[in-house]
């Protein structure tokens, strides 16, 4: 009886402890959240007293947790304590380890590549190389992300890591110190030619207004600049607050940048720019992409409604959402969505509706026919509930099977092993060029290798095969099959030949890497880029700039 008590009291305390820091909007608000936090903690309570099996109460409540969140949208998230620790280097960038990013091959771990400046890179570590043991554990069976969690930890620890390097038969034994590990958000910038500057963002974490303000600052020393490409493809967002000190760059002080709007008054406010601007005039193109996102979006969107910035690439992810950070007890945390942001015309390129699920559960995409039009400072003609869509378009050179093959089964990165072996140095990365010996290397180095895939036609081909079958219409045209099987096996020899450039490109990029690092990598990518090809085409002709942000008559 006194135990029945004590749970009752329990579940009582709890209920009004949860109530105290939630905010209602009427009685029958306060009433269903009690009832149902009274439902769940008895139907907690009896499934761990009651339950067939040994039930794990943590587990079982993180799995309630997650699809509690998982109803809403993918950005509402539950950070328990062991994964804080991801949860800040998502926001700051920063997190103690040995400074690596590793990869699976087969049942073998290896280093992808070092990153420069940071112990593993100091203590000699290689791309290529294997990992055999961690702190005298063997990585046998393991995932990265098991080996990652014991490679990071606190800084100034020691951690042991035994290495097989390919090329050799000596096993490598080392003892690295754990530093604090400061990802760039700026990986790169420099100056193109004509005076073009160039500055690469990879997520907007904390400072990196500040890192994007010094590396234009350093071009602007070189002499005045004919126009700036700032890079944000591939950029997933982050910090709302940095899109804005980055936007303030470029626009007047006082400048609206971004509208939020929540349900609730404290999550709803006008984000304006507060400092003098360093470029005002600057001649200016962002580069967005199908991954840009969130803050990145925030940043070409309002440029793009201010007639600031010419946006080329392609139409970008689509995330107006506003998220919201909150500690919980026993140092886990809530990240939550608490409003939608607007750009400076009043749009919200927000492309999913999460409040909407179609009759599977999906959210459903915004149709075209609520999708409305909003107008820019000088009048060009916008729209919401998409993404950014670019003013001039640009697209990558398209994705091909063998190319996915060699990738995949990471014949490119362990030719390059082997040549990273052979060769002390090479050119800087500005310069570098991977010439037709190397290439022909290549060539027989994959002769014996498994990268077969199966080409777009040969997908039409097959489908059409089993229609033809069900139709019973295959026998009677089986030999022209057969004959169109063999031109596209003859036709997919010519393909190491076909994509050569493509091919190419990718060698050299991972060859300056293992010599470079990232920062030479995206330099040995600048100069084969359809997207910088055509800002640089914009920024060298101020009637073309011009043209672009004039409202269309």
Do not use: W
Not at 78 to 87: A, C, G
Not at 194 to 204: A, E, Q, T
Not at 504 to 519: A, F, G, H
């Amino acid at each position: 009886m006194m135990n029945k008590i004590k749970n009752k009291l329990f579940l009582g305390i709890s209920v009004v402890v949860m109530l105290t820091s939630v905010a209602f909007t009427s009685d029958t608000d306060r009433f269903e959240m009690a009832k149902n936090l009274d439902i769940f903690a008895s139907m907690y309570r009896e499934l761990n007293l009651h339950y067939v099996d040994q039930t794990d109460p943590g587990k079982l409540m993180k799995t309630g947790i997650d699809a509690m969140l998982e109803s809403l949208d993918p950005y509402t998230n539950f950070y328990p304590e062991s994964e804080i620790e991801d949860f800040q280097l998502m926001t700051t960038g920063q997190y103690g380890g040995i400074g690596s990013t590793i990869h699976k091959a087969g049942e073998a771990i290896i280093i992808s590549e070092p990153y420069e400046g940071f112990p593993a890179q100091k203590a000699g570590l290689r791309a290529g190389d294997k990992i055999l043991e961690v702190g005298g554990e063997s990585t046998k069976g393991k995932s990265t992300a098991d080996l990652s969690k014991i490679l990071k930890g606190e800084p100034g620890s020691k951690v042991k890591l035994k290495i097989e390097r390919p090329g050799t038969t000596d096993i490598i034994e080392m003892e690295i110190t754990r530093e604090e590990i400061q990802m760039k958000s700026v990986p790169y910038y420099g100056m193109l030619k004509n005076n073009v500057g160039y500055i690469k963002l990879n997520s907007f974490t904390d400072k990196c207004g500040k890192d994007v303000k010094e590396a234009l600052e350093k071009l602007q020393k070189n002499g005045p600049l004919a126009g700036l490409i700032f890079d944000l493809r591939d950029n997933g967002g982050g910090l709302l607050r940095e899109s804005i000190d980055i936007v303030n760059l470029f626009v007047e002080k006082g400048t609206l940048v971004v509208e939020t709007k929540g349900r609730f008054s404290n999550s709803s406010e006008s984000k304006k720019t507060l400092n003098t601007p360093i470029a005002p005039n600057l001649p200016l193109t962002i580069l967005i992409n199908e991954h840009s996102a969130s803050a990145s979006e925030i940043v070409s969107g309002s440029l793009q409604d201010l007639d600031r910035a010419v946006i080329i690439g392609e139409k970008s992810y689509g995330k107006g959402l506003v998220q919201g950070t909150y500690k919980l007890s026993y140092n886990s945390m809530l990240k939550v969505t608490i409003a939608k942001y607007y750009t400076p015309s009043g749009r919200c390129i927000q492309a999913i509706d999460y409040a909407h699920k179609d009759d599977k559960g999906k959210a459903i995409t915004i149709a075209d026919s609520l999708k409305m039009f909003f107008k820019t400072k000088n009048g060009r003609p916008v729209m919401d509930g998409g993404g950014i869509k670019p003013d001039i378009d640009a697209k990558a050179e398209e994705s091909n099977p063998i190319v996915a093959s060699l990738i995949s089964k990471d014949l490119i990165f362990d030719f390059v092993t082997q040549y990273r072996l052979k060769h002390d140095s090479i050119a800087p990365a500005k310069i570098f060029q991977l010439t037709d010996a190397t290439y022909n290397d290549f060539l027989e180095f994959i002769k014996d290798k498994d990268y077969s895939y199966t080409s777009e036609s040969e997908k039409v081909l097959n489908s059409f095969k089993k229609t033809s079958e069900k139709e019973e219409f295959y026998k009677l045209l089986q030999p022209e099959y057969d004959a169109l099987q063999q031109k596209l096996a003859a036709q997919k020899k010519k393909d190491l030949s076909l994509y050569k450039n493509i091919i190419s490109q990718m060698l050299k990029e991972e060859i300056v890497s293992r010599y470079y690092y990232q920062t030479g990598r995206i330099e040995a990518s600048l100069y084969n880029d359809r997207y910088i090809d055509k800002a640089m085409e914009v920024l060298l002709s101020q009637e073309k700039y011009k043209a672009v942000l004039q409202p269309v008559k």
